[in-house]
């Protein structure tokens, strides 16, 4: 009995000592590197984080407007196969799919365009050809599944918060 209660009381100061293990017990991935673009994950492999910044360099200069982009024709862009690009996309960026990643970047300019006051003759139909969108319906599902609003209800209420806004300032 005494034996099995040391044994006991070995193993378990084994244990402890393995999960209170520093970090030189179990070394870092040496291929995981800190992010310094707050929307990239914080650790990601070194060769998919400047894919990543790539890829976000690449939409930011407006390639989300493109009509029918697809992933395929955004990797041949960036020189990576198409299989890498997925992976970056959903594993890295953390995106459901590359339609979520893209209607990410049309929406947001899709919501600036149409809460812009300046561009409130523009018809709507316009601003979704210019963003990519082949037509006027998948537009409406993408911004409503955003938004909770269709174009037209975000349209009305972010102009007349730009009208009150405004009448603040002007006062």
């Given at each position: 009995l005494a034996q099995?209660?040391?044994?006991?009381?070995?193993?378990c100061g084994v244990t402890a000592y393995c999960l209170s293990a520093q970090g030189d017990f179990f070394p870092e991935d040496r291929d995981v590197?800190?992010?310094?673009?707050?929307?990239?994950?914080?650790?990601?492999?070194?060769?998919d984080r400047h894919q990543a910044v790539e890829l976000r360099t690449l939409m930011a200069n407006g390639a989300y407007t493109e009509a029918g982009l697809t992933v395929g024709r955004l990797a041949d862009q960036l020189g990576t196969p198409e299989h890498r690009l997925r992976h970056v996309i959903n594993q890295q960026l953390g995106y459901r799919n590359f339609a979520a990643f893209l209607n990410?970047?049309?929406?947001?300019?899709a919501r600036d365009a149409l809460s812009d006051?300046?561009?409130?003759?523009?018809?709507?139909?316009?601003?979704?050809?210019d963003l990519g969108y082949g037509s006027i319906a998948p537009f409406n599902r993408a911004f409503r599944a955003t938004t909770g609003q269709t174009p037209t209800q975000?349209?009305?209420?972010?102009?007349?918060?730009?009208?009150?806004?405004?009448?603040?300032?002007?006062?």
């Open positions: 099995a209660a040391t044994l006991l009381l070995v193993s590197v800190r992010s310094r673009d707050p929307q990239i994950e914080p650790s990601v492999a070194a060769a990410e970047y049309r929406i947001k300019a006051p300046a561009q409130s003759r523009r018809q709507i139909l316009q601003i979704a050809l975000f349209r009305r209420e972010a102009l007349e918060e730009a009208v009150a806004m405004d009448g603040v300032v002007a006062e």
